[in-house]
């Protein structure tokens, strides 16, 4: 397809989990899987291969321009690199990952768990076209294997600095915000390593499977990987309706085996002073944001302070909606939030350069996964619970971080625990428990 496409074809299919068929074509070329866990937030899953149209590079003052462009109009997924979005604050930063990946597909497959029904949808510039682009998706679904749970793929699993150095950066931050230079930060810990010889970054995705989150997802393109099992939704955009939403996360504790325990803790985070305060300062920043882009007095919060919960943590989570006006389309969106407030802290600019004075470079994580559905119908995850790969000769090397949202109370040893309990679900997909 040289432009948007003209034709579109769509078929129902047999139900498959979407995994098994993610796994039977996990050797094509930029392989694709949208994985959600089916629940409330996690209706739909895609999998596609065999994008016909690839972009990669640094974003300019107008690089998502090419969101604006009728070849990227559908059938898109794009990720934003977190850094793509802090240079303007932070200035001129190396590269560990590319700004802006964007990959089209005429093909995808699109799961419906609510209802258990899956479609193939085909798309092309003529008819012809999007009938071989659906007969390729429903091969896929042929296709579909079932493969067992593979070994822990990863043998070294490293802290790039010292618990002593995290502390001490969490001190510094507590400084900075009793000084008055900001209200809140998210500082992180990065861990790294390689993959053996006969892995690859999809194996963690198999270890995943039986903590499947709202937004999971494995992307392959050329030699780069990530595996996200993000629970956060950074942004939806229903183009009917012009309806936004954002749900951001601040506020976590750790599960707990014991029923009575496990609950005491949901109500601990509920209720806690420390954990309300720094979500609604992640949610006051993301009505300013979305202010930039929605109709007048358009922007609501619409639930607060709710609790989800995860395999391996509890979440308290906001939402906020608004309207968008007629001219905004998913790149005015982006431009307009990125990166997320819940991953960076408030104000804003500032606490981004906070954490780039703790931070080295963060790539993909805590940036945007997104996909632009037909009419640029979007959704788009928090890169958070995500690993990074990039092919090392004939292997895979890894990195992967978790943060912590770092306020006036703050107790250094108290996040540097909740960066181990946000990690321990990746580490243990990549080294075993």
Partial sequence: MTGAPRSVETRTGPWRDPLAVA???RTLEGPLALLSDGGVLGRWSFVAAEPDRVHVGAVGPDALDVLRRPDFASGVVGLLAYDAGARAATGSRPSVWPDLMLARYPAMLVFDHHRGAVQAIGRGDAPAAARAAADRAMAWLAAAVDPPRPP??????EAEASPEAYLEAVA???AR??????FQANIARAWSGALQPDADPFDVMLRLADRASAYGAFWRLGDRAIVSNSPELFLTFDPDTRRIETRPIKGTRPRHPDPARDAALAVELTASAKDRAENLMIVDLMRNDLSR???????AVDRLFEIES??????????VSAVARPDVGPAQLLEATFPPGSITGAPKHQAMKVIAAHEPPRGAWCGSLFHIEAEGRLTASVLIRTASFQRQGDGWSFRVLAGAGIVADSDPASELAETEVKIRALREALTGP
Avoid: K
């Avoid at 915000?177 to 900001?182: D, H, M, N, P, R």
């Fill in 293 to 299: 882009v929605a109709g007048a007095g358009s922007v």
């Fill in 172 to 174: 510094d931050v507590v």
């Fill in 177 to 182: 915000i009793a000084a008055g230079e900001l």
């Fill in 23 to 25: 796994a039977g074509l």
């Fill in 310 to 319: 995860l395999p391996t943590v509890h979440h308290l989570v906001s939402t």
């Fill in 152 to 157: 822990a793929p990863a043998g070294v699993f």
